[in-house]
């Protein structure tokens, strides 16, 4: 294993406090945990996508455009709820308060993870693993 020269080691430590700030600067800019598509919300939507087309085919196969108008109104509707996010409006008051408690949790989860990667860093540096 070779030493690092005092430049190689000097850039090294700006590189790594310049990826500190930029992971903090992120994370205060980043949005919440709210927001985005749940697998729940995927399921939904395929099981959704499935049945439209089962019902436009059926649609199809009996002559029946209504009916086949009704599949397509099925799909769209499968699609539009699984994109509408997390939840309602009020649904997503209901539900503000364990999210902020299991956001915490992992907050701290991630502080323990970081603490850990920090002092494996810090053994490497001296050598110690």
């Known amino acids: 294993m070779m ?5 190689e080691q ?18 205060s800019t980043a949005p919440s ?12 939507a395929v099981l959704a996508v ?5 019902i436009v085919v059926t649609g199809l196969a009996i002559n029946q455009p209504l009916i086949g ?8 509707a499968g699609i539009a709820w699984a994109l509408r996010g997390n939840g309602s409006a009020s649904g997503a008051a209901a539900d503000s308060a364990p999210r902020k408690q299991a956001t915490s949790a992992q907050r701290s989860k991630q502080s323990d993870y970081m603490s850990r990667l920090e002092e494996r860093w ?8």
């Open 33 to 44: 945990g709210q927001g985005g598509i749940s697998a729940r919300s995927i399921s939904i």
């Open 10 to 27: 000097r850039l090294l430590d700006e590189m790594e406090r310049s990826l500190y700030q930029g992971d903090a600067d992120f994370m």
């Open 69 to 76: 108008l009704l599949g397509f109104i099925v799909t769209v």
């Open 3 to 7: 030493a690092l020269s005092e430049q």
């Open 50 to 54: 499935a049945v439209g087309l089962g």
């Open 122 to 129: 810090d053994e490497r540096r001296r050598g110690d693993l």
